[in-house]
């Protein structure tokens, strides 16, 4: 039985309006009235949280998004940046937001209006980082025989098909740009299974915010914390 359930995504960034427009964009999502800095669809774990953070990008995102689209070509009208084009070796381009972080398209005949297909996330060891959520949020892990990386499927709630955990030589060094929130019953639980404290509830932010086994941050929501973390001003944390 699982601890918790997908919640949202957050995205840090340096100026909220240019990324809010792009993002909501690249996703095929909108942003209500009363509050510029969060995109909305048609499920609320499709909520993507625009975050404003002091720090820029210095290193490669070791959590990134893929996404679906009509071309190469719409991205970079929206202002992203073409790193490394589609080819017979690599069917999916990857490309740069207009931050500079790291994000993949795949070329599509036809795209439904929610446009992220997976959530990716570099590990030092996918298959454990695999099994370790979905023993929090639940779901199928799977494999390819031979291959290193390993994906999350059926995952309750989750409004992209795939959480993809692939193999990276290099640790982790700074705090994740993007990352994914949780509701829990019990944060003891999730604590008890291997989650690290880094920040409890306060007098600012209404959630627990967490790591997990290789460091990745993610916050926890209890049944009494309703409050995303754009709705209060961020200091920089998850």
């Not at 499709?46 to 991205?75: F, G, M, P, Y």
Request: glycine share 8%; net charge negative; with cysteine.
């Amino acid at each position: 039985m699982s601890l918790g359930r997908f919640k949202d995504l957050c995205i840090d960034v340096g100026s909220p309006s240019v990324m809010t427009s792009f993002w909501g964009q690249v996703l095929g999502l909108t942003t209500p009235a009363d509050n510029p800095e969060v995109l909305l669809g048609n499920r609320p774990e499709q909520t993507v949280w625009i975050n404003r953070v002091l720090e820029a990008r210095t290193l490669k995102q070791r959590v990134h998004l893929d996404v679906n689209t009509t071309s190469v070509e719409a991205l970079e009208r929206l202002g992203a940046r073409l790193l490394s084009p589609v080819s017979e070796e690599q069917p999916w381009a990857v490309l740069a937001d207009p931050e500079g972080g790291e994000f993949c398209g795949f070329v599509r005949d036809k795209v439904p209006e929610y446009r992220l297909m997976e959530l990716v996330v570099d590990s030092a060891d996918p298959a454990a980082q695999a099994a370790w959520w979905a023993g929090i949020v639940g779901g199928d892990v799977g494999q390819e025989p031979g291959k290193p990386y390993c994906w999350l499927e059926n995952v309750p709630g989750l409004p992209f098909k795939y959480w993809v955990f692939v193999p990276v030589p290099e640790p982790k060094a700074v705090k994740n740009r993007i990352h994914w929130d949780i509701t829990a019953d019990d944060l003891d639980a999730v604590l008890a299974a291997g989650a690290t404290l880094l920040r409890p509830k306060d007098d600012t932010i209404g959630w627990h915010v967490c790591a997990d086994p290789e460091g990745n941050e993610f916050c926890v929501f209890l049944p009494d914390q309703t409050q995303s973390p754009a709705a209060e001003d961020s200091d920089g944390e998850a």
